[in-house]
């Protein structure tokens, strides 16, 4: 794990191992990173507070860091409580500190916190800029990615871009993994949504010479920051990353579930390398959905159940609907034994979003797969091809 930035640019935040849902939701078996830094200058600026669940490690830092100096600003790029739930202890450890942030920041302070910060307050907007001496902060709005109230702070001397959330990821600094996985199911699941803020920022931002890029979670950028910066534009266009298909099966008993893993076995026999199938009742959705923005294809195979979709599987749309889930072709399974109603209903359910092609045929398993489903299924194959 390097956090090392530079002599005046020092990282302060901490990691959070034992976590069992972040935002309530989502699991992160490698924990999650809040990431918190100070800059030191002849004024001094805190990038940001940390959760409270590690709150006195960030103290620890912070104060270690710092010495006997004391912090003149607070800059405040995000309010939620994933970074904004200290704001409190430290505007009181510190009654001469000005918190720095938007209009929308301070209404949000008010109704997180009963705390006074009368004529500590210093209310910035879109280009604003800041000196703390030889560094110079220059803040950018970015609304909506994904609260009204972001903004990033572009150091202009050390060409550092505080993102908020953006480039972050799931996962401790000291985990060895790759960067886009989890990022990426990140960015889908939190951000997914604001894919237009996303391409408006990345404008911006295409006028910045930047050289660090410091998120409020995961790693610290430094080298090929174009990679991260185009997959971020991927992402936010909603266009696929790779040419693959995704097969989400919801199964009661394990029949819809066979017609899934054949549907599987069948796109790889016809040359199609990346195909990833999931278990929408037992996986995680959040990596199902993931991989639905990843790939440019998806088969969705569910049983009818009480005249409706088995219920994972309208879970499952409901959250591909919510972070505006498009552009992408997709095939339809259904399964029932005496009247199947699924096939219809995911494709009404699908003909409400934007830019989605349900091809033909839509291949009813009644009760159990059978030899002469074969065919079918190789017909959703070609259709998909
Ligand atoms: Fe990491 Fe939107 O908070």
Redesign the pocket.
């Known amino acids: 794990m390097d956090t090392y930035i530079s002599e005046a640019i020092r990282y302060v935040g901490a990691d959070d191992k034992d976590i069992d849902l972040f935002?309530g939701q989502y699991v992160v078996p490698n924990g999650m990173a809040?990431n918190s830094y100070v800059i030191l200058d002849e004024k001094i600026a805190v990038m940001d507070t940390i959760d409270v669940r590690r709150q006195s490690e960030w103290l620890e830092n912070l104060t270690q860091v710092l010495g006997e100096k004391t912090p003149d600003y607070l800059i405040v790029s995000?309010m939620?409580p994933?970074?904004a739930a200290s704001i409190k202890v430290l505007a009181e450890k510190y009654p001469h500190m000005t918190i720095v942030g938007n209009a929308k920041t301070f209404q949000l302070i008010g109704q997180f916190f009963d705390l006074d910060l009368a004529g500590r307050t210093l209310a910035v907007k879109e280009g604003d800029t800041l000196s703390l001496g030889s560094h110079t902060l220059q803040f950018i709005m970015a609304p909506m990615i994904?609260?009204p109230e972001?903004m990033m702070t572009y150091e202009q001397s050390e060409k550092v871009l505080f993102t908020?959330?953006a480039f972050?990821k799931f996962g401790t600094l000291d985990t060895q993994e790759d960067w886009d996985c989890e990022a990426r199911r990140y960015y889908f699941n939190?951000v997914g949504k604001y894919g237009a803020q996303v391409q408006t920022l990345l404008k911006k931002a295409a006028n910045l010479d930047i050289r660090t890029i410091c998120s409020?979670?995961g790693p610290i950028l430094k080298e090929n920051l174009g990679y991260y910066i185009e997959k971020y534009n991927i992402w936010s266009s909603y266009e696929p990353e790779d040419a693959g298909v995704l097969v989400a099966y919801a199964s009661i008993y394990g029949n819809t579930r066979a017609a899934a893993l054949k549907l599987a076995e069948l796109f790889r026999e016809a040359g199609v390398e990346k195909v990833a199938v999931t278990d929408l009742a037992r996986e995680d959705m959040a990596e199902a959905l993931e991989d639905a923005f990843r790939y440019d294809r998806m088969v969705l195979a569910a049983s009818t159940y009480d005249g409706g979709m088995f219920p994972v599987m309208e879970e499952f749309l409901h959250h591909l609907k919510a972070k505006n889930y498009q552009k992408r072709t997709v095939g339809l399974i259904e399964n029932g034994s005496w009247a199947p109603a699924s096939g219809k209903l995911m494709r009404a359910f699908l003909e409400g979003m934007k830019n989605i092609t349900v091809v033909e045929p839509t291949v009813t398993i009644k009760s159990s797969m059978k030899e002469g489903d074969l065919d079918k299924l190789k017909e959703l194959v070609k259709a998909l091809a």
Do not use: P, T
Request: proline fraction near 0%.
């Open positions: 935002e809040y995000h939620e994933d970074h994904h609260w972001v908020a959330d972050g939190i409020l979670h």
